[in-house]
């Protein structure tokens, strides 16, 4: 499918529930402000693109790529990023709540989740690899036969994670983190 492209743009306060995003591959530009709440971004491409500010929960993300998309304090929550196109898969997230997304079976490895709200969020069957989460709320996420090898989670809080159905060769965890992950085993540790 050939996209018209749209390059180096800044868009700000847009309300796309009222402007459809037009379909294009978006490189390196800037969204701010803009409210894309439950709109459709299917089959977009979004290439070197930052999102600021932004509202973009429960959009319908299907078969949309994102390459090195940074999202900077957006709202996302329930979206389900499994539908995205798989191929060179690519985010940064920074002080962002994604709560209720899926990144079922997605292939993740050196992703950045920093100072992010992640509750419900499902990670099953992800290649988390070398992930970093700093400072990351993961209350009731879902980790299972998740390939967590070399992230880090040495700030994180809340999380669960079964060592017995995952991958955790060493990844980072804090003291106190480190305890979480004998929840499974219920030890009486003082």
């Given at each position: 499918?050939?996209?018209?492209?749209?390059?180096?743009?800044?868009?700000?306060?847009?309300?796309?529930?009222?402007?459809?995003?037009?379909?294009?591959?978006?490189?390196?530009?800037?969204?701010?402000?803009?409210?894309?709440?439950?709109?459709?971004?299917?089959?977009?491409?979004?290439?070197?693109?930052?999102?600021?500010?932004?509202?973009?929960?429960?959009?319908?993300?299907?078969?949309?790529?994102?390459?090195?998309?940074?999202?900077?304090?957006?709202?996302?929550?329930?979206?389900?990023?499994?539908?995205c196109n798989p191929f060179l898969m690519s985010f940064a997230f920074i002080k962002s709540n994604l709560s209720f997304s899926s990144f079922f079976e997605c292939k993740l490895n050196k992703t950045v989740y920093d100072t992010c709200y992640l509750e419900n969020v499902e990670?099953?069957?992800?290649?988390?690899?070398?992930?970093?989460?700093?400072?990351?709320?993961?209350?009731?996420?879902?980790?299972?036969?998740?390939?967590?090898?070399?992230?880090?989670?040495?700030?994180?809080?809340?999380?669960?994670?079964?060592?017995?159905?995952?991958?955790?060769?060493?990844?980072?965890?804090?003291?106190?983190?480190?305890?979480?992950?004998?929840?499974?085993?219920?030890?009486?540790?003082?």
């Amino acid at each position: 499918m050939n996209l018209p492209l749209i390059t180096d743009q800044d868009y700000t306060k847009v309300d796309y529930t009222k402007t459809e995003l037009p379909k294009a591959e978006y490189d390196n530009c800037t969204f701010v402000d803009c409210n894309f709440s439950e709109t459709q971004l299917s089959n977009n491409m979004f290439i070197d693109c930052e999102f600021v500010n932004c509202n973009l929960s429960n959009v319908n993300v299907k078969h949309t790529t994102f390459k090195d998309a940074t999202f900077n304090e957006c709202k996302l929550i329930g979206i389900v990023f499994t539908e995205c196109n798989p191929f060179l898969m690519s985010f940064a997230f920074i002080k962002s709540n994604l709560s209720f997304s899926s990144f079922f079976e997605c292939k993740l490895n050196k992703t950045v989740y920093d100072t992010c709200y992640l509750e419900n969020v499902e990670f099953s069957k992800a290649n988390l690899s070398q992930a970093i989460f700093k400072d990351c709320n993961l209350f009731k996420s879902t980790f299972n036969n998740t390939n967590l090898e070399k992230a880090n989670f040495k700030t994180s809080y809340n999380f669960y994670i079964n060592p017995q159905l995952n991958s955790l060769k060493l990844a980072k965890f804090s003291k106190e983190g480190a305890l979480n992950l004998l929840k499974i085993y219920q030890l009486d540790i003082d």
